[in-house]
């Protein structure tokens, strides 16, 4: 079970009225209206330099329309919403999205027959999945990318699969346009970031669910631990080995060194004897405009004519371009440069089904990082939500950031 942190709102300044709904008492709600959690511009310019956009807004919880179910879709009471770095980052105006968030995990309270039989989801059902504005308290999500909460998992956790999960499936299983190989067993792995919420689903995917040959992973040192526990076979801490500045093959001795040193011993899993650090893929989750760029050096490290970087970010905006190309043409292959994908998640019914059962299974499993309450800030006029945009824009959140207790799991 993950070691979730119930965490309190900071109490902040009151959110400025910009709309008529915002002067309604945050707790409120009618037949027409919810509760759901809303970025307000701050009232005051942040202190020190901005990285990301959320950080000049406030998160606050205030009356918004409630959405009405229609075919082909479900209406959820929201039980939890997780919180991912494109919330904070990708601010969208209200009439495109009424509230925050893209993870959720809720209860089936509306669904057509038609739907339900299609989906063999029904009402009362708990279920998980992402669906943009989900820190609220009902959406009406699409069934398709929707699936059930198996019982061991907590609100919480279920709350923290959609993007996460999704994305990193999809960079684990091939499920893009590029036509790269799947992980296998015979695949050596390397994942950059293993301790965040990306890189712990992959982690778990491709030890537990891919069966790779080998897992190897960067992080800080402090999560050494953690990152073993969620299926790492070796780590490669970035505070002491200086991955931007060290040359291609120096750097290859070491990452051999380091994983016949903490795999060498070990009976059941040594290290790869053809292991030269090389790769067949390299996940990229950290590489980002605000900070790192691990492309060129994870480049080097690929298998020679045969490995595979994959990317969910890039440092430089043309990257970025020829990924949302490849998708919005399926052109894949033709767009990305060789050998290199750049994607945005495409969950389906078997994707989202495989999550369940493998979560169901116990190979995966959701850590959460933080829980921040809802009703805590929906109760309190001076209380904010800011808790948890500030924590995911730390980059130090190990697993999942997720806003609870949003409505009651029953
Ligand atoms: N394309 C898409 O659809 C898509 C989907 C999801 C996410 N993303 C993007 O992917 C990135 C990761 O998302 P996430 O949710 O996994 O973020 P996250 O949870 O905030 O990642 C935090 C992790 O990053 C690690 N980290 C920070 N600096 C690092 C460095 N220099 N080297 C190695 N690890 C470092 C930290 O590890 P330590 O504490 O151990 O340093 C921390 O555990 C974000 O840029 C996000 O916007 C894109």
């Known amino acids: 079970m993950a070691q979730a942190r119930l965490r309190g709102t900071t109490p902040g300044p009151s959110p400025p009225s910009l709309d008529p709904s915002a002067s309604m008492a945050c707790g409120s709600s009618s037949a027409d209206t919810m509760r759901g959690a809303v970025l307000r ?6 202190e ?5 956009p959320g950080q000049k807004y406030d998160l606050i919880v205030s009356s918004i329309p409630k959405p009405r179910c229609v075919a082909g879709k479900a209406l959820v009471r ?10 904070c980052k990708l601010i969208l105006p209200s009439w495109i999205q009424h509230a925050f968030g893209r993870d959720y995990c809720g209860v089936v309270e509306e669904i057509t027959e038609e739907t339900s039989a299609k989906r063999g989801i029904k009402v ?6 992402m669906s943009s504005g989900s820190c609220c308290e009902y959406i009406v999500a699409d069934t398709e990318t929707m699936t059930k909460v198996p019982d061991n998992m907590t609100p919480e956790q279920a709350a923290g699969m959609g993007v996460a999960y999704m994305t990193s499936y999809d960079a684990i299983f091939a499920g893009t346009t590029v036509g790269r190989p799947p992980v296998g067993e015979n695949t050596r792995v390397l994942i950059i970031g293993g301790s965040g919420g990306t890189g712990l689903a992959a982690l778990q995917l491709a030890r537990r669910c891919a069966c790779a040959r080998l897992v190897a992973t960067v992080c800080s040192g402090r999560n050494e631990q953690l990152v073993k526990q969620e299926g790492a076979d070796v780590v490669f801490d970035y505070t002491k080995i200086d991955f931007a500045a060290t040359p291609a093959e120096e750097l290859k001795r070491i990452m051999t060194e380091e994983a016949v040193k903490q795999m060498g011993t070990e009976e059941k899993r040594p290290a790869p004897d053809d292991f030269r650090g090389e790769f067949d893929l390299v996940y ?16 080097q490290l690929l298998a020679p004519g045969a490995g595979h970087y994959v990317a969910i970010n890039a440092a430089r905006p043309a990257f970025w371009m020829q990924g949302l190309l490849a998708r919005a043409t399926g052109l894949g292959s033709w767009v990305l440069p060789s050998r290199e994908d750049l994607f945005l998640p495409a969950p389906n ?4 089904d495989n999550m369940s059962k493998w979560f169901g299974e116990g190979k995966l499993r959701v850590n959460v990082d933080t829980v921040v309450d809802f009703q805590k800030a929906a109760s309190d006029a001076n209380a904010n939500l800011n808790e948890a945009i500030d924590r995911q824009l730390s980059r130090r959140a190990t697993g999942k950031v997720v806003i609870g207790n949003i409505g009651s799991p029953k």
């Open 41 to 46: 511009a701050k009232a005051q310019k942040p």
């Open 48 to 52: 020190g330099k901005v990285l990301y």
């Open 78 to 87: 929201v039980v939890a919403a997780g919180v991912n770095p494109v919330d």
């Open 124 to 129: 009362g059902d708990t279920v998980m999945g």
């Open 284 to 299: 990229d989750c950290v590489s980002s405009m605000e900070d790192h760029d691990y492309r060129p050096v994870a480049n």
């Open 349 to 352: 019914r078997e994707k989202v």
